[in-house]
């Protein structure tokens, strides 16, 4: 089960999840500890490796921020590259591994053969992003290709490869949840993983205080979720939130904390007809399609209103549909890039030259 409520830190696990989950975070444990040992090879990509993950199950802005990252170093002097395992995707026998999903002006290829997320970020970064269940593959790939530097999207349990920079995500208001692994939590290992991470970086509006101390001197960023338009996914046309202004629409996400979409519309004033919360990297099929589609007869809506993420699965919906575009938006920017350069081989030099 993955609800909000049952891994609620007011909450006390059941005594056999607390058990499973001890097992698997001790097990999660000896493997980095093996790793860190070098019982276990972790392999070296051609160029430098920044990686960007978390400690917890989805939705701490790791695609935002991989993203942001690829935006900022190539506007740096860097070529960066994204590389991603591409979860939820259709692998094609056509298809060479790793895939190159964008060339740096969009996707190549259906989201199906890549999965939702790098053809999101195929989208919205100038990047190359490459998919590949073996990452070294990608990374050297990329390099290939022309990268000088590989951006590992979801990397933190990603041992197996090498890394200049740890980037580790949190949600700000909650940031271990409960502080139990999986299933007795959300956590994906023990707390104590957290000192691998090079930087923090927390996605919310209130800093939750546990967080200051978990960073124990190293650098720790804010990032505030910042909508920024509404736009057309079929014409690309955007527009401001007032256009909603006095119009009636339903809402609907497939993310990993579907609440975030409900607080970042209410704090706009929108207030949709109703609401439908599917699985995170939902692939909308026709069971799906057709809910969506009786849901805008049903509550007399005039169109629907979805994430990004979503939007990527859904261009051809026969319904009108608009998009919430957001990102978290770094607190201090150039900070953040400063502290991901500085970690670099020879970043401060590309950094005083660029």
């Known amino acids: 089960m993955r609800t909000e409520g049952l891994w ?8 056999f999840l607390r058990v499973l989950g001890a097992a698997w975070g001790g097990l999660m444990a000896r493997r980095r500890a093996l790793y860190a040992k070098g019982a276990f090879r972790s392999r070296t990509a051609p160029v430098p490796v920044v990686s960007v993950g978390n400690l917890t199950l989805g939705g701490s802005g790791k695609t935002p921020m991989c993203a ?5 170093l190539a506007g740096r002097g860097w070529t960066p590259a994204v590389v991603s395992r591409g979860y939820g995707r259709r692998r094609a026998m056509t298809l060479p591994d790793p895939v190159l999903v964008s060339a740096g002006d969009g996707p190549l290829i259906p989201w199906e053969l890549s999965g939702d997320e790098p053809c999101l970020l195929a989208r919205e970064s100038e990047a190359l992003v ?3 269940a073996d990452r070294l593959k990608g990374a050297v790939e990329a390099a290939r290709l022309g990268a000088d530097v590989i951006i590992l999207d979801d990397g933190f349990q990603h041992l197996a490869l090498k890394r ?4 580790l995500m949190f949600q700000a208001e909650s940031h271990l949840g409960n502080g139990h692994v999986l299933p007795a939590g959300p956590l994906r290992e023990p707390p104590a993983a957290h000192a691998a991470a090079d930087i923090l970086c927390a996605v919310g509006t209130h800093l939750h205080p546990g967080l200051e101390r978990l960073a124990r001197g190293r650098p720790l960023f804010r990032l505030q979720p910042t909508p920024l338009r509404l736009k057309d996914p079929r014409s ?6 007032s256009a909603l202004k006095g119009v009636k629409f339903s809402a609907f ?3 990993a904390r579907p609440w975030n979409f409900r607080k970042s519309m209410a704090s706009l004033g929108l207030v949709p007809a109703a609401f439908k919360a599917f699985p995170d990297h939902c692939p909308y099929g026709p069971a799906e399609r057709d809910f969506l589609e009786k849901l ?3 509550t007399g809506s005039s169109l629907l209103l979805a994430t990004a993420k979503d939007a990527v699965k859904l261009k051809d919906l026969r319904a009108p549909l608009l998009v919430l575009e957001e990102a978290p938006v770094p607190d201090e920017p150039e900070s953040l890039l400063d502290a991901v350069i500085s970690r670099l081989p020879q970043g401060p030099l ?4 660029a």
């Not at 942001?68 to 900022?72: D, E, Q, Y």
């Not at 200049?164 to 980037?167: R, S, T």
Request: net charge negative; charged share 15%; glycine share 8%.
């Open 8 to 15: 609620s830190p007011d909450l006390h696990p059941p005594f």
């Open 68 to 72: 942001f990252l690829a935006n900022a």
């Open 130 to 132: 490459l998919c590949s």
């Open 164 to 167: 200049d920079v740890d980037i």
């Open 236 to 241: 690309g046309a955007s527009w401001g939130f």
């Open 253 to 255: 996400c497939g993310i």
């Open 296 to 298: 805008l007869k049903f």
């Open 350 to 353: 590309r950094a005083s030259a």
